[in-house]
């Protein structure tokens, strides 16, 4: 059973940074596009950054210039530098991976999320 942990989350006030990780483990063959998304209680789950193996990265508009991706597929890391954090983007930030588990066979995967709060 593959399993995505995230960690890093907390409380942190307007401007200030945050890291988050996130750990792959379980049986797989490789890890494929991997992402962080975040959800508050008004919105929908959203894409806020996603990488491809090569470390290809795209980023949400409102993000651009204050998140960075990244990730170590040796380590199995997938990792986001959050700095000059607004109010906006406080919510539950989720990691999510496309895994080959096997011949022909992609699964995606969710972590349970960390709780990222911005206070004014």
């Known amino acids: 059973q593959v399993q995505l942990v995230e960690s890093g989350g907390g409380s942190v006030q307007v401007g200030g940074s945050l890291r988050l990780s996130c750990a792959a483990s379980?049986?797989?063959?490789?890890?494929?596009?991997m992402g962080w998304y975040r959800q508050t209680p008004g919105k929908q789950r959203e894409v806020v950054a996603t990488?491809?193996?090569?470390?290809?990265?795209n980023y949400a508009d409102s993000v651009k210039g204050r998140f960075t991706v990244s990730r170590d597929n040796r380590k199995r890391i997938l990792t986001l530098e959050m700095s000059n954090l607004d109010s906006a983007d406080t919510g539950v930030y989720y990691c999510?991976?496309?895994?080959?588990?096997?011949?022909?066979?992609?699964?995606?995967?969710w972590g349970q999320g960390t709780q990222v709060t911005v206070s004014s």
């Open positions: 999510h991976a496309k895994i080959w588990i096997g011949l022909g066979n992609e699964v995606d995967s």
């Open positions: 379980g049986r797989m063959i490789t890890i494929g596009d």
């Open positions: 990488t491809t193996r090569d470390g290809d990265a």
